[in-house]
């Protein structure tokens, strides 16, 4: 077999699935038979609907799917790291080795200007071969499946991120304003963490319900005038450490003023503005904002290993499923907004 599907993002809310060559890796490169690919908020807004991202953040019409995870096939010249059979995830970000950023395993941060994003500058996982630096690899460890690996590319290490910049012990309350995909993840990653409390808080009534569902929270509450007080009830004075995963401004400032003092508010969603005041909502309640974008190459692969350790399975997170023949109808889903967590699995 010399051709594959691959599946391209033209910019006006289609996909389109072509044939093309099966790729060979090059030094240092990897070829892997693609099991699972997620779909991220990221695709949506910057490239399905229309290419809008510039400079670090350009479209560069590649194949998409920045959340890879598959099998090791063949190992191009001078890798030394995997073997055919490997079973593993890509960090999403393929970083020059060499700036300060990318010294600290922070590939996402890198300044060189050969920085390329899979599914964005570089050819991403909805295929069925996927070629991807050996540096860019976490081995999977067994327990957890590809379905878990993809997510684990994106979103839920960047919920982990959040978690371990704000500290999260056995001792805190933990609240997550926006529960999308990335917020369930925070609330798994928190309660793995073993937080005493969990408490998700999100606009849509259906979000809240599925958190409840998977057991993910101690308190749901849907946002409205009363939500800051009904957390302030329930956690004596605020929660110890909050995290925003909504980007939405609204959602910023409640996660803020809904910190307890001395806690920790971890900043992740993107986009969006927040406006607060200082004084009252920071200096004289003694709280930290925290910003976190992504996560490191190393943090990622603790990532896995501590969700095989605490039995926590992101796949359970997962609504929808879709072959990558049917990529059309799982990019229009994910952009109708009426889905959780959506992938493109091509497992045997």
């Known amino acids: 077999m010399t051709k594959m599907i691959a599946a391209f993002l033209p910019g006006d809310d289609r996909v389109d699935l072509r044939e093309i060559n099966i790729p060979e890796p090059g030094i240092g490169q990897v070829r892997l038979r693609m099991k699972a690919s997620g779909l991220c908020g990221s695709d949506i807004h910057y490239i399905y609907h229309k290419h809008i991202g510039e400079g670090g953040a350009k479209y560069l019409g590649v194949i998409a799917g920045h959340e890879p995870s598959g099998q090791v096939e063949t190992l191009g010249p001078g890798c030394r790291h995997f073997k055919p059979g490997d079973r593993v995830a890509v960090y999403h970000i393929s970083g020059c080795g060499f700036c300060r950023s990318c010294r600290k395993g922070y590939q996402i941060s ?8 899979y599914g964005w500058q570089r050819d991403g996982g909805h295929a069925e071969y996927l070629i991807a630096d050996e540096k860019d690899l976490v081995k999977l460890p067994d327990s957890l499946t590809y379905e878990d690996g993809c997510f684990i590319s994106c979103g839920v290490g960047t919920a982990y991120e959040g978690i371990l910049r704000g500290e999260v012990s056995g001792s805190d309350s933990v ?15 928190a309660q793995g ?8 808080v999100d606009t849509q009534q259906e979000r809240v319900d ?4 998977l ?5 749901g509450f849907l946002a409205n005038t009363e939500t800051l007080s009904a957390v302030r009830e329930v956690t004596r004075g605020g929660a110890n450490v909050t995290l925003d995963c909504s980007g939405n401004p609204r959602g910023r400032l409640l996660a803020l003023q809904g910190t307890h003092s001395w806690g920790r508010c971890v900043y992740i969603g993107e986009t969006g503005e927040v406006t607060f005041k200082v004084s009252d909502d920071l200096m004289h ?5 925290i ?8 943090n990622m692969d603790q990532c896995a290993e501590d969700l095989a350790d605490w039995k926590r399975y992101p796949r359970d997170i997962i609504t929808d499923r879709f072959s990558l023949v049917e990529a059309p109808a799982a990019y229009a889903l994910a952009a109708s907004g009426r ?9 045997d």
């Open 339 to 347: 889905a959780g967590k959506v992938i493109i699995r091509l497992e």
């Open 193 to 200: 963490r073993g937080a005493k409390m969990t408490i998700g």
């Open 285 to 289: 309640q003694q709280r930290r904002i």
């Open 175 to 189: 609240m997550v304003v926006g529960l999308g995909p990335v917020g369930l993840a925070a609330l798994m990653l």
């Open 110 to 117: 890198c300044t060189d200007p050969l920085r390329a994003a």
């Open 215 to 219: 057991g993910l929270v101690t308190h």
């Open 210 to 213: 599925v958190a409840r569902r």
């Open 291 to 298: 910003g976190s974008w992504v996560t490191s190459l190393h």
